[in-house]
């Protein structure tokens, strides 16, 4: 099975660097950083139009900045490792990072940078540019706050559940004889902590 994913984000949106040291994360009130240790990925797609079939991507991180009072004014920037994609087969997770899918060579992230936060009731509209396998697409996908706590520091959760076509980043292969589903559904949990 191939593929992908996505971002995703569960979101809460961010900036990232694949290495959390490299990121120049804000220290202001209302800024966050990717616990990656806390936080998933996860993707499903209908394999042989049967079965949903899931895999992880097993780093993730980024930078957010909001202030619940004033989401307008609010950014987030994600990044997620093409190599760190794991569905407990070698030889699949070799393929997804090949041309027919990432091709993580040419294109070692996926990255969401938002343009656009809005307040939808208790949740956040978050729209941005997502890109991967070498190919940017605006998405608007509904974030929730799931919770807030104190552990080692001030801590926030968030989540989202969002779908996207793989077609649209040029992944291609198993749509025409459904092999594998073009649609992806992307689970993001983001675990936020300030920067220190």
Request: charged share 25%; glycine share 8%.
């Amino acid at each position: 099975m191939k593929i992908f994913l996505l971002l995703p984000f569960s979101l809460a949106l961010f900036t990232l660097p694949t290495q959390p040291g490299a990121l120049a994360a804000p220290r202001g009130e209302h800024d966050w950083v990717v616990d990656p240790v806390h936080s998933s990925v996860v993707f499903k797609v209908k394999h042989a139009n049967a079965a949903w079939f899931k895999g992880t991507f097993d780093e993730i991180a980024g930078t957010v900045s909001l202030d619940p009072t004033k989401p307008e004014a609010g950014s987030v920037k994600l990044v997620i490792p093409v190599a760190s994609v794991d569905t407990n087969d070698k030889k699949r997770d070799d393929h997804l990072k090949a041309a027919d899918f990432f091709n993580y060579k040419e294109n070692p992230e996926i990255t969401f940078t938002s343009t656009k936060i809005a307040a939808k009731g208790d949740a956040l509209a978050v729209t941005g540019d997502l890109s991967m396998a070498g190919k940017t697409k605006s998405i608007t996908i509904d974030v929730e706050k799931v919770g807030e706590g104190e552990f080692y520091g001030k801590r926030v959760g968030y989540t989202t559940t969002f779908t996207i076509q793989r077609s649209d980043f040029g992944m291609t292969y198993g749509v025409e004889n459904n092999a594998l589903g073009d649609a992806i559904t992307l689970m993001v949990d983001l675990e936020l902590i300030q920067p220190k």
